[in-house]
């Protein structure tokens, strides 16, 4: 397999010193990327998390083609399109009922960011001092500012330290523990703080920690009873990764502020929504301009990404999406369950369509080389995954066959073999 070394591209999240080089990609088609040798590689991790019915999916893919012909990108300000309407109203049908407005933006990252200044920007035009934001332990919720500041004070973000803003945090409900976090949250929210932000169920990049539905309900019922507001971060967690389109389904809760991406267009193109609350919209509406509300970009809903978006939620409206997403949950399941017992692994977890299980090394953190050796070797057997330090997780598009996870399991129970502190 052949890298490309002599390149100016600096790529995201990797130390070239330690990865000078990387595959050049050719073609992508249903779970498989095939590079320009032909070396062809299973995408276990949807290529960060983004791709979910599949690669190239001809559904999404007609979609983009037909709006290239008519509209490429407009100011979105004083003007608007269809394909943007239309997904905005459909969106507000889907997503739980009280998310009454839509406001776009061109990734996770940003979505998250609008929602922190939406919180902001509703208490400061009622009148209200409150400033203060909450957050869980190991979250990670983006890399510009804001959300740095929102996420765990970490190897992400150290170099930044000055810039970030105190954020209160709540610790992470591990299981028997979850008292510690109600307390700490209920101290907070007394307190007159802003809002509390949180990835319902599932921590993404802060190690695939996992909590359950009553916890998040809890969580929920804390915030509004001292009126604050409630933002579910649902970038990673939102079109059926935990087995619901939303993972807020499942507490039966309705956000202040949510959040999503990634699978927003299928993954195909880059799009993000924060959708919010009629109060949280009405904060903003007045004579005054001062009182508007002020972020942007350039690219703000834009027509070719609306567009596969729109494609993306017709395939979400035909019963075989939903059926595929169940019946990966299951697959899952049944394949994790094998490590349940072994020794050389722990706390194997599973929720929906993602696995996640922790190989038992020591001297094992984020920034150890142990992940870029465990990249590496599942690289050599065909296989994208990227662990977190020691933590692997799968979570693949939802076309993956049963045999094809077959090989994902296959190879992480060899690389147990070869990289864990008590492998047999």
């Given at each position: 397999m052949s890298l490309v070394t002599d390149s100016p591209v600096w790529r995201p999240f990797t130390q070239h010193a330690l990865q000078p080089g990387a595959?050049?990609?050719?073609?992508?088609?249903?779970?498989?990327?095939?590079?320009?040798?032909?070396?062809?590689?299973?995408?276990?991790?949807?290529?960060?998390?983004?791709?979910?019915?599949?690669?190239?999916?001809?559904?999404?893919?007609?979609?983009?083609?037909?709006?290239?012909?008519?509209?490429?990108?407009?100011?979105?300000?004083?003007?608007?399109?269809?394909?943007?309407?239309?997904?905005?109203?459909?969106?507000?049908?889907?997503?739980?009922?009280?998310?009454?407005?839509?406001?776009?933006?061109?990734?996770?990252?940003?979505?998250?960011?609008?929602a922190i200044k939406m919180a902001l920007g509703y208490w400061r035009n009622r009148g209200l001092s409150r400033r203060r934001v909450i957050a869980m332990e190991h979250a990670y919720?983006?890399?510009?500012?804001?959300?740095?500041?929102?996420g765990a004070r970490s190897v992400f973000n150290a170099p930044y330290e000055p810039l970030l803003f105190d954020v209160a945090r709540v610790p992470f409900p591990a299981r028997g523990a979850?008292?510690?976090?109600?307390?700490?949250?209920?101290?907070f929210c007394?307190?007159?703080?802003?809002?509390?932000?949180?990835?319902?169920?599932?921590?993404?990049?802060?190690?695939?920690?996992?909590?359950?539905?009553?916890?998040?309900?809890?969580?929920?019922?804390?915030?509004?009873a001292h009126g604050v507001l409630f933002i579910a971060d649902e970038v990673m967690t939102g079109f059926g990764r935990t087995g619901t389109l939303f993972a807020c389904e499942q507490a039966g809760i309705v956000p202040d502020i949510a959040c999503y991406s990634k699978g927003l267009t299928g993954g195909?193109?880059?799009?993000?929504?924060?959708?919010?609350?009629?109060?949280?919209?009405?904060?903003?509406?007045?004579?005054?301009?001062?009182?508007?509300?002020?972020?942007?970009?350039?690219?703000?809903?834009?027509?070719?990404?609306?567009?596969?978006?729109?494609?993306?939620?017709?395939?979400?409206?035909?019963?075989d999406a939903r059926a595929r997403v169940a019946q990966l949950a299951a697959m899952q399941a049944e394949r994790a369950a094998r490590f349940v017992d072994d020794p050389r692994f722990a706390d194997v977890r599973h929720l929906g369509t993602i696995v996640a299980l922790d190989l038992d090394v020591a001297h094992s953190g984020y920034a150890s080389t142990l992940s870029l050796d465990l990249m590496r070797f599942f690289n050599t057997r065909g296989l994208l995954l990227r662990p977190l330090g020691p933590t692997i997780y799968v979570l693949p598009p939802y076309c993956v066959t049963a045999g094809e996870l077959d090989g994902v399991y296959e190879a992480i129970g060899a690389a147990a073999d070869q990289f864990a502190s008590r492998a047999v």
């Open positions: 595959y050049k990609i050719a073609h992508a088609e249903g779970a498989w990327l095939t590079a320009e040798d032909g070396t062809r590689f299973l995408d276990a991790i949807s290529s960060w998390w983004v791709i979910t019915h599949g690669h190239r999916h001809p559904e999404i893919m007609a979609a983009i083609r037909r709006q290239t012909e008519t509209l490429d990108q407009i100011i979105f300000a004083g003007f608007t399109h269809e394909p943007a309407e239309a997904l905005a109203r459909r969106l507000v049908e889907i997503t739980p009922e009280g998310l009454d407005y839509v406001f776009y933006s061109d990734s996770g990252s940003t979505a998250v960011e609008v919720h983006g890399d510009t500012v804001g959300t740095m500041s929102a979850e008292q510690a976090t109600f307390d700490a949250l209920e101290a007394r307190d007159g703080a802003a809002a509390f932000i949180v990835e319902p169920l599932i921590l993404g990049a802060g190690g695939m920690l996992t909590y359950g539905a009553p916890v998040l309900a809890e969580m929920k019922r804390i915030c509004e195909s193109v880059p799009l993000a929504v924060t959708m919010c609350a009629r109060e949280i919209y009405d904060a903003h509406y007045a004579p005054e301009r001062a009182r508007a509300f002020f972020h942007s970009s350039s690219f703000t809903a834009n027509p070719i990404g609306c567009a596969a978006a729109l494609a993306n939620l017709g395939i979400w409206e035909k019963a």
